[in-house]
Structure formats: C-alpha cells, structure tokens
C-alpha cells in the first residue's frame, strides 16, 4: 500500500509514498516518546526559541510549500500562501504566550484548605497522536502542533492519505528548527493501524479533525483506553441574514464563506438564512456574484474556484446535489458537473429545500449553497439548530436585540456578528452535538493536553 499525490485539477499522479512497516511505527514512537522526556525538562524560553526558529524557516519557504499544498489538495495559490502564514503566525503566538497560558494557579489563602502552600501547576501528558485531513494539510496540523510542544508534548501525526507531501514536510520542520529529533513526526500507515497506536502505551491522548464517522471511531479507542481526546468534526453552519442587515455587504461575504477553500472547510458557512423581507434582494445578489467567479487552474492568480480534492469528494457534492433535484429543489446557479479533466464542481446556489433531502440535514463539503426563506427569528433559529451539528455561525444585523437572541440561541461552538467565520490564535476553537468536543486555539487549546496538577504543602 501507499500514499499518493494525486492533482486535483488533473486527476493524475503526481507523487507515491510507501507506507511505514511495523518497525518503522515503532522506531518513531520511540523517538517520539524520548523527545518527550527531553522536551518537558526544557523551559518555555528553550522550546519558544525553538518555536520562532521553526516559524522562521516555514515563512523563508512560504512560496514553495504553497504551491505544495495546492499540487495536492487544489486550493488557489491565493488561499495557500495564507494558510502557511497562517501557521507562521500561530507558532510566534504559543512562543509569546504558553508560558503565560500554563502559569501555576496558587490559592490565594492557602490556609483554607489547611496548608502553607497549595494550588495547581500545568504539566504535559508525553506523547499526543494527532489524526489529521486534507482540506487544510498544514494549518489543521500546526494549530494543534505549536501548543502541544511548547507545552512539552510531542506529537506524532497520521494524515490524511492524498497529502502525503504535506506529512513529510510536517515531518522535518521542528527538527530542522533544531528540536530533539522525534518531538513531531510522522507515521505513513493506513487508518486501519490508527487503532494500534492509540492503544500504544506511549501514547498519551488523541486528537482528531476530521469527519463524524471518522470522529466516533477514533473517540471511541481513546475512551476504551482511558485517553483524554480532541474531535474536531463537520459542521452545517447557519448564515443568518435579517432584515436590517447590510445587504451588499452579507452577500459578498456569503460567496466568500462559501467558496473559500474551493467549498471544503468546515466552518463555512453552508446554510443561509434570509429573512423575507430582504429574501430576494439577498438571493438576487448571492447569485450573481456566485456565478461570477472564476473556476480553473489553482496555480493561476486570478483563479477564485478550483477543484474538489478528491474523485470521492465530487462524487459526493453529484449525490447531494441531484438528490435535491430529484425531490424538486430550485438551481440557481451552477448544479453541472462540466466536462474535462480534475475533480471541478461549479459554485453552485439552491432554494426550495424540503426536509425529504439530504442537503438539508447533510454536510456540503464543497461549493453548494442552500438558502433558506425565513420570517422571524424563531424559524431561523428552528432551522439553524435543526441539523445535528454545531460548529460556528454567523449573524448579519444592525438590531442589537437580534444580535443578543442569535448569540443565546445559537446551537455553537463560535457565533460571530456581521462577519465570516474564521479561526484565530487567540479565540478557543470547536464544536458542539456532532461537530465534536474540546477546544483548540488559545489558552484553552494549550490546556487540553496537559494534567492540572494539584499541589499542597504543609
């Protein structure tokens, strides 16, 4: 068996990897496991010098590893440069703040509990196993990178299959940045012989970002082994327009959540909800500026859609899609897979959805909008809430008593206000129902693999 990189906008083979054997998986756990006996005697200033070395480096190559990153998943050249800085950035901000972040917690009177001294300290767990996807190969890896080894974590990576390029440059960067050798690597295996390695003793926890399926499968080997977990998963997320929103502004930021990514991130908004009042004014402009965009070659600057990352991907938006037709939904725009070579689908506009289809309670991993009439904020928050997911949302409003009910109501893990859904550095991160539990980003991200150890002295 191997892992391949397969170009999305031509379908062929670009690259072959073998898989790692049994040795190798165990060779590098190894190495994993006594890079974490040296990392968590170093202090933060050690591994934070480290941290802004191995940001250094990634930024000196930002152009090279963009065009990686579209070669093998197919994001525009335009998104791939970003997502590397993205990670640059998100490495400089765990150097600046995990200490701060894992600071000892004291009682501020000690003499409550009858002792001289007491309160908590921050240690790390050893080895973490993160299960990673394709649709954002470097970011999704280095959000949960950065903070696992600035806390004295290491990590070992199994990625997703198409991006084995991805893996292997994930595989030297922090060494290259002069960490011990083994503080983050990467295991070339299946997801068949995921299994083996959660139940490996030197491995600590799991974290995953990935589908609902893949999610409970791997939750459920961490939990038989009495492993702490992070699951990241799919989300439906509502875009909620009012009828005092800024209209002009809404649509244009509802193509651009929708199609960023070329239609694969989670946190897209996938589900817009439009209030009647301004229900075809919204729709009106969204189409037009859907149908406006540029689908074609990724590397290309001007390009603004490329391809799905995969045939299975395309496969899966076909079903969706005609499974909507097929039951009476409204096309807009797009909804036709065009001729030709790579994993193309266009950006693509549907109304008249019926709780009989897919779309409606399925997620659309690709650049498929449903939009939704609405006549108060109780039915949009019915519908919004409806699907079994719960990652982010968005609100468009100038009433700031409608600003404060989405907030409350809102079945999330973000809400965010007049504005698209992004992940940042410094805000917590996750989901809630199917989309997942725990957090990442922040403080809370840096937390969530490490022990809060109690201490008290006489």
Not at 174 to 203: H, N, Q, Y
Not at 292 to 301: S, T
Request: proline share 5%; aromatic share 8%.
């Amino acid at each position: 068996m191997s892992m391949k990189t397969i170009n999305p906008a031509t379908g062929k083979v670009e690259q072959e990897f073998a898989l790692h054997d049994a040795a190798e998986v165990e060779r590098r756990l190894a190495k994993a496991q006594a890079a974490h006996e040296v990392l968590k005697t170093m202090t933060y200033a050690q591994r934070a010098e480290l941290m802004r070395k191995a940001a250094d480096i990634m930024e000196s190559e930002v152009d090279e590893t963009a065009k990686m990153l579209t070669i093998e998943m197919g994001k525009p050249i335009t998104q791939s440069r970003p997502e590397v800085m993205k990670c640059v950035k998100n490495m400089r901000f765990y150097a600046d703040n995990s200490e701060k972040f894992l600071a000892p917690e004291p009682l501020e009177d000690p003499a409550l509990v009858g002792a001289s001294e007491a309160g908590a300290i921050w240690q790390p767990l050893g080895v973490v196993l993160a299960v990673m996807p394709w649709n954002y190969p470097l970011w999704q890896v280095i959000r949960f990178a950065a903070p696992a080894l600035m806390a004295g974590n290491s990590g070992v990576l199994k990625h997703a299959s198409n991006v084995p390029q991805s893996a292997l440059y994930l595989d030297t960067i922090f060494t290259r940045a002069g960490f011990p050798e083994g503080s983050f690597i990467t295991l070339m295996i299946s997801s068949g012989a995921v299994k083996d390695v959660i139940d490996d003793w030197r491995v600590r926890a799991v974290t995953l970002t990935g589908s609902e399926p893949a999610g409970r499968a791997v939750a459920s080997q961490a939990g038989a082994q009495i492993k702490p977990s992070v699951m990241e998963l799919g989300g439906s997320d509502p875009f909620i327009v009012t009828a005092s929103a800024d209209i002009e502004k809404a649509a244009t930021t509802a193509v651009a959540a929708r199609i960023n990514n070329n239609g694969q991130s989670c946190i897209a908004g996938k589900r817009f909800l439009v209030f009647a009042e301004v229900y075809d004014e919204f729709l009106d402009l969204f189409v037009s500026k859907m149908k406006a965009l540029k689908m074609g070659d990724p590397m290309e600057e001007d390009t603004q859609l490329g391809p799905l990352a995969t045939a299975s991907g395309l496969r899966d938006i076909e079903e969706l899609v005609e499974d909507a037709k097929s039951k009476g939904a409204r096309v807009l725009c797009g909804g036709e897979t065009p001729e030709g070579d790579g994993f193309y689908y266009p950006a693509t506009v549907i109304d008249g959805l019926t709780t009989d289809m897919r779309l409606v309670m399925e997620e659309a991993f690709g650049p498929v909008a449903t939009v939704y009439r609405v006549s108060s904020n109780e039915e949009a928050i019915k519908i919004a809430n409806q699907t079994t997911f719960g990652l982010s949302s968005s609100i468009w409003s100038n009433d700031e008593a409608d600003k404060d009910f989405f907030v409350q109501h809102l079945d999330a893990g973000a809400v965010f206000v007049n504005g698209m859904t992004i992940s940042y550095p410094e805000l917590p991160f996750g989901g809630i129902k199917d989309s997942g539990f725990g957090r990442e980003l922040s403080a809370a991200g840096i937390k969530e693999f490490c022990n809060l150890k109690t201490v008290w002295r006489a």
